[in-house]
């Protein structure tokens, strides 16, 4: 099993910035990816950014030019830096980290992002 632990969130006016963390522990031998999820209420979950352990990344296109993914691979740790934010970005994130053995994803629990002035 793979937990996942998120940090970051919170209430931010429009243009400003938020940095959200999230740690794996667990049986993360297989760990390919991990990455960012987000879901409105009464929307579906959509992909915000993932990054692969070998560093490929993919974003978005509502997030391109203003979100940026990263990881740090030893400490199992993936950020997600979130500039000049949209009232439209307002959302529950959820961290997400895939497994190839077994083949798996797993989430973590939600933290609420909240842009308006």
């Known amino acids: 099993q793979v937990q996942l632990v998120p940090s970051g969130g919170g209430l931010v006016q429009p243009g400003g910035s938020l940095r959200l963390s999230c740690a794996a522990s667990?049986?993360?031998?297989?760990?390919?990816?991990m990455g960012w999820y987000r879901q409105a209420p009464g929307k579906q979950r959509e992909l915000v950014a993932d990054?692969?352990?070998?560093?490929?990344?993919n974003y978005a296109d509502s997030v391109k030019g203003r979100f940026t993914i990263s990881r740090d691979n030893a400490k199992n740790t993936v950020y997600l830096q979130m500039n000049s934010l949209k009232p439209e970005d307002t959302a529950v994130y959820y961290c997400?980290?895939?497994?190839?053995?077994?083949?798996?994803?797993?989430w973590g629990q939600g933290t609420q992002v909240t842009v308006s002035s």
């Open positions: 997400n980290a895939r497994v190839i053995v077994p083949p798996k994803d797993y």
């Open positions: 667990g049986s993360i031998s297989s760990l390919y990816a």
């Open positions: 990054i692969t352990m070998g560093s490929s990344t």
